[in-house]
């Protein structure tokens, strides 16, 4: 099983930063795409952020322009970077990979055990 470890989240006030960390453990020579989602309390687990293996990146809207997402190959890890965060940015930020050959086998993908992220004054 490939394991997603996350790192990065706490308290922040609104117009604060955080950047988030997730890094995959083991033998893995190759991830596809690397995303972050997000849950609030009551709602639906939302895209966040994507970026795809051949370097093309999504963002939804609500965080378009405030939000970075980048990755490094070499070290199987997905970072983003919030800006400008707002009281609605609070929720329960998971890592996920798709695509992963890890240990000479084919994962299609893999979470994070999710990281708090509050905004609040």
């Known amino acids: 099983q490939v394991q997603l470890v996350e790192s990065g989240g706490g308290l922040v006030q609104p117009g604060g930063s955080l950047r988030l960390s997730c890094a995959a453990s083991?033998?893995?020579?190759?991830?596809?795409?690397m995303g972050w989602y997000r849950q609030a309390p009551g709602k639906q687990r939302e895209l966040v952020a994507i970026?795809?293996?051949?370097?093309?990146?999504n963002y939804a809207d609500p965080v378009k322009g405030r939000f970075t997402i980048s990755r490094d190959n070499a070290k199987n890890a997905v970072f983003l970077q919030m800006n400008s965060l707002k009281p609605e940015d609070t929720a329960v930020y998971y890592c996920?990979?798709?695509?992963?050959?890890?240990?000479?086998?084919?994962?299609?993908?893999?979470w994070g055990q999710g990281t708090q992220v509050t905004v609040s004054s």
């Open positions: 083991g033998r893995i020579s190759r991830v596809n795409d």
């Open positions: 996920n990979m798709k695509g992963i050959y890890y240990n000479f086998r084919y994962y299609s993908e893999s």
């Open positions: 970026t795809l293996s051949g370097g093309r990146t």
